[in-house]
C-alpha cells in the first residue's frame, strides 16, 4: 500500500517534468526560457498578492455570532486604478514578449543548413538535401555544431508536431503545408556528439507516443565525414538496386518497364 501510495504521488514519467522550459541546445531555446521565466516571476508575485489580500480577507471578515455584514463601495478613483495597474501590467508583459520574440522566430546570420523533416505515421524522416539521391535517415537526425540549421516540416498524413525541448519551441506538421523553424547547437561535449531527446507533440493516432525522434550534433567536420559516408552507401545501393532490376528484367523474371523508343 505504501509503495503504491509513493508511486501515485511521484510516478516516474512526472519526474521529468520541470518548473520551466528546457533550453541550453540552442540560443532561441534559451531566450524562450528566459521570457518563460520572466513572465512566471511577475504572475508568482501577482498571485501571491491576490492570495495575500484573499486570505486577509477571509480573516478579518469571517463570520462570528452576532457580527454585522459591513457594506463597502469601491469609488470611481480606486477602479481607474485598478483598471491602470492591469493595463500597465500586460502592456509590460507584451512588451517584454516583443522584445524576445526576434531571437525566438528570426532565423540568424551566419552558416546554414537545410534540413527536410517528414511526419508519417510514426516515424520522423530527415532529409539531408533537395534531391532524389540526396541521404536520409529515420528517427535521429544528424546536424554540425555552431551552425544554424534550418528545418522544413512537412508531413504526408496527419498533423504532427516537432518538438525536442532543449533546442527549441513545437512547430507542427501540416500535410499540405510547410512549416519552419532553426535552431543553433553549440560545440558538442563528447566525441561520439550531443545527443538531445524529443518526440511528436501532437496526438496523431494510436501509435503516436512511439513517435520518438532526437537529434545528434556532430562537429562541422565529424558531421561531413557523416554526410559523405551516408551519401556514398546511398549511392552504392542505389546503384545495386538498379543492377539487380537489370539483370532480372534480362532475364525475364520482371516486367520491362522502360518506356518504348
Not at 49 to 69: D, M, T
Not at 119 to 146: A, E, H, K
Request: net charge positive.
Amino acid at each position: 500500500m505504501t509503495v503504491l501510495l509513493a508511486l501515485l504521488v511521484a510516478p516516474s514519467g512526472a519526474s521529468a517534468i520541470t518548473a520551466v522550459p528546457r533550453s541550453g541546445g540552442s540560443s532561441n531555446a534559451d531566450s524562450i526560457a528566459e521570457l518563460y521565466k520572466i513572465i512566471l516571476a511577475i504572475s508568482v508575485v501577482i498571485f501571491l498578492a491576490v492570495e495575500g489580500f484573499l486570505i486577509r480577507a477571509l480573516l478579518k471578515y469571517r463570520a462570528s455570532n452576532g457580527a454585522v455584514a459591513q457594506e463597502t463601495s469601491v469609488t470611481p478613483r480606486s477602479e481607474i486604478g485598478w483598471a491602470i495597474g492591469a493595463t500597465v501590467l500586460v502592456a509590460v508583459l507584451a512588451a517584454l514578449t516583443f522584445i524576445k520574440l526576434p531571437s525566438i522566430a528570426d532565423t540568424p546570420a551566419g552558416k546554414t543548413i537545410t534540413v527536410n523533416v517528414t511526419g508519417r505515421q510514426y516515424i520522423w524522416r530527415f532529409t539531408y538535401g533537395n534531391t532524389l539521391t540526396s541521404p536520409f535517415t529515420y528517427t535521429q537526425m544528424v546536424v554540425p555544431s555552431d551552425t544554424v540549421v534550418v528545418l522544413k516540416i512537412q508531413s504526408t498524413d496527419v498533423i504532427h508536431s516537432w518538438w525536442i525541448p532543449a533546442l527549441g519551441g513545437k512547430t507542427d506538421a501540416i500535410p499540405g503545408n510547410t512549416t519552419s523553424t532553426w535552431f543553433k547547437a553549440p560545440t558538442p561535449k563528447s566525441p561520439e556528439g550531443d545527443l538531445y531527446n524529443g518526440q511528436s507533440a501532437q496526438l496523431g493516432g494510436r501509435q503516436f507516443a512511439n513517435m520518438l525522434a532526437s537529434v545528434r550534433v556532430l562537429t562541422p567536420a565529424a558531421y561531413a565525414v557523416w554526410l559523405a559516408k551516408q551519401t556514398a552507401e546511398l549511392k552504392a545501393a542505389n546503384k545495386q538496386s538498379f543492377d539487380t532490376r537489370k539483370k532480372l528484367t534480362q532475364d525475364g523474371q520482371i516486367p520491362n518497364l522502360s518506356p518504348a523508343p
